[in-house]
């Protein structure tokens, strides 16, 4: 790719794209030229040319993936471009991309890369062939598919195999991680679908990835990034408002009980196998299980009867009495004995290779969490019905980006909907450590006040009394039975998602309005916006669906919010963000809860209107936005909807757009 910037100057030349007579317009009839798109196009074609950071909030509807990805193709360097989920990445690399390069005309060249979880592993294939244990019938169904597909797919991303439930039990059975990877031992490890993605990663123009692998393979070296980030010039983060959480889920450091149960069974499996007799697999396994269990006990405590899907213990209320240390003491102490063992018959096997490394690894992360841990992390207890994983994270991403930031002289583009509300986007900034970034800000070319109306009900229950949820659910009903379906019910709990999905289902069929109630968790997020998307429902649900649903045109124009979402505050890494703020003398409520309510609720309003002739109200059923001294702040950080003051006013604008 030949370096536009050095002929004409990259701004110029970025511009001359987006004209009402350029490439763009030209390839699409429906393309209009919109000045918030030029603005960050132009700052982002600046910060390619100067090696600067870049930091842009572009609100829904600029077109921010053509703002970016149009400088980074026509400055023709090597970039990386990193987004929040493998279906985002997947709509880049397969319809984004290369319909730009074509309009462009410019003849680079674009990969995929995705995590080995997301790659079928022919050897772990054939040994689901000879051996696995298939709980069901749709279970031996699906491994004959992927049997069928895996002769002829040429990347071997599971994601290709439509239909294949994300969830099925199948899916580890045929790909591979880290733990059990056999690497050049393997014997299919020239046709390894994984490799094969990481070599046309090395040898590519544009690289797309997702923050998850990004964040994992810097601190793991598992998937290529970490080779790959150093041959790059630019480095282009979207949805980045997804990267503080994630980069702090992967720098930090995990020792889970489950881990070292599946490493008991693989190591019992591999022994009988390749050594049968040679070791006493059965009593080192059995250690090994022993061990894992009582960790786990103990880092229940009273809570043993663990029901819910994830429990969050402090560390300190597991840590207390003298039960922490002796009981990861003895889960070293089994780790290494397998591991010596391992070491015996190394030679035997390359699984037994494997094994060792696992060993090592296990008990240096139990030795890990006998020490103190560094000032700027935290650490908790997750507990789930199955297994203790002991957690120890950062509380921000700031040392690590301004590590990578350092280390070579590459532009970084960092760009979202929503970063933040105020002009330093420093909800953002402050957690990745870019104050010193420059910073844009880019509002939605959409007629709000004429098309979208909020209401909050002046009288409703408060979020912490007990009929808060009920009255969400009638308040739903009403809302869509007005508009025959078309609605979402976004709710900040799953546990609330339960009780107001029942009241409005309750309200729905004392209105007479046979509307069906699509709950999440009851069908596959894919399969519930299908039906959704079939009219005459109501789709209730919480965390997943607050962000990266799209659903434009009249298909969804209500959308109801149960509370402001706070982050909750027993959490334990919330509380030590808590305690960061004070110890630097700063407010932590409007510092820290009300700006990260503020960049959610954003996220949950941004569901209603997806374009330029969409209509919808917001309904936002928490009167602290009236009453509160920082609802104000709250009803700012929201696009410029035109307010309504009653419930009847709510109701017939909704009426209004649905005249049958």
């Known amino acids: 790719m030949s370096n536009v910037s050095e002929i004409d100057g990259l701004p110029l030349a970025v511009a001359q794209n987006f004209a009402a007579d350029g490439p763009l317009a030209r390839s699409d009839d429906h393309y209009i030229p919109r000045e918030a798109q030029l603005q960050m196009a132009d700052a982002v074609a600046h910060a390619i040319e100067e090696a600067g950071s870049l930091v842009v909030e572009a609100g829904t509807g600029v077109g921010k993936t053509f703002a970016y990805l149009v400088p980074v193709l026509v400055a023709g360097k090597r970039a990386l471009v990193s987004t929040a989920t493998k279906n985002l990445q997947d709509q880049l690399f397969f319809r984004d991309l290369p319909r730009l390069r074509d309009a462009l005309g410019l003849p680079a060249t674009i990969a995929l890369l995705k995590g080995r979880s997301s790659y079928l592993c022919r050897h772990r294939l054939a040994q689901a062939r000879e051996g696995a244990m298939l709980p069901d019938r749709l279970a031996v169904r699906a491994l004959a598919r992927i049997e069928t597909w895996a002769q002829s797919t040429a990347s071997g991303d599971i994601g290709e195999l439509e239909g294949l439930d994300e969830r099925s039990d199948v899916i580890p059975l045929v790909t591979s991680t880290r733990e059990n990877c056999l690497g050049s031992e393997c014997p299919e490890y020239h046709a390894c679908h994984v490799m094969k993605a990481r070599r046309e990663a090395m040898a590519a123009d544009i690289v797309v990835v997702n923050h998850h692998l990004f964040f994992a393979d810097l601190a793991l070296r598992d998937s290529g990034v970490a080779e790959l980030l150093p041959t790059v010039d630019v480095a282009v983060f979207d949805e ?249 019910v976004l709710t900040t709990t799953l546990r609330a998602m339960k009780v107001v999905a029942e009241a409005l289902t309750a309200e729905l069929a004392e209105l007479g309005r046979p509307l069906d109630v699509l709950v999440q968790g009851t069908a596959a997020k894919r399969a519930l916006l299908s039906r959704f998307l079939q009219g005459g429902c109501v789709l209730v649900g919480s965390q997943s669906f607050w962000e990266g649903i799209d659903v434009p045109g009249e ?98 604008w909704l009426r209004s757009l649905n005249p049958a």
């Open 555 to 652: 298909a969804l124009q209500c959308v109801l919010i149960d509370k402001l979402p706070f982050p909750p505050p027993n959490d334990p890494l919330v509380e030590a963000r808590v305690r960061q703020l004070k110890s630097q003398g700063r407010d932590a409520f409007n510092d820290y809860f009300v700006a990260e309510a503020a960049i959610s609720l954003k996220q949950g309003a941004g569901r209603l209107i997806r374009t330029e002739t969409d209509h919808g109200l917001l309904v936002i059923c928490d009167t602290r936005l009236r009453q509160a001294r920082y609802g104000a702040r709250l009803m700012r950080a929201l696009p410029p909807m035109q307010p309504l003051e009653t419930g009847e006013q709510a109701l017939s």
């Open 240 to 488: 980045a408002h997804q990267m503080v959480e994630a980069g702090v889920q992967f720098l930090g450091h995990t020792l889970g009980t489950g881990q070292v149960i599946d490493f008991s069974r693989d190591l019992l499996a591999v022994g009988l196998q390749h050594a049968r007799g040679l070791q006493p697999w059965n009593e080192l396994s059995g250690a090994c299980e022993k061990a894992a269990r009582d960790l786990r006990l103990l880092a229940a405590g009273e809570l043993h009867d663990v029901r819910s899907a994830l429990v969050k213990r402090r560390w300190e209320e597991v840590a207390r009495g003298d039960g922490l240390e002796p009981a990861l003491q003895t889960l070293i102490e089994s780790l290494k004995a397998a591991g010596e063992a391992v070491q015996g018959v190394v030679e035997t096997a390359p699984d037994f290779t494997r094994l060792q490394g696992r060993a090592a690894e296990l008990a240096a992360m139990a030795a890990r969490f006998q020490a103190e841990a560094p000032a700027d992390h935290v650490r908790w207890v997750d507990l789930t019905p199955s297994q203790a994983r002991l957690v120890e994270t950062p509380l921000d991403i700031r040392a690590m980006l301004s590590q990578q930031r350092a280390a070579a002289r590459r532009a970084w583009i960092f760009t979202s909907a929503t970063l933040g509300d105020d002009d330093g986007l420093s909800w953002f900034s402050e957690a990745a450590g870019l104050e010193d970034a420059t910073h844009l800000r880019v509002g939605s070319p959409f007629d709000y006040p004429a098309h979208a109306r909020v209401y909050v009900p002046p009288r409703f229950p408060a979020p912490n009394e007990v009929g808060h949820n009920t009255m969400v659910g009638r308040a739903a009903a009403h809302c869509a039975a007005a508009l025959g379906g078309r609605t979402f």
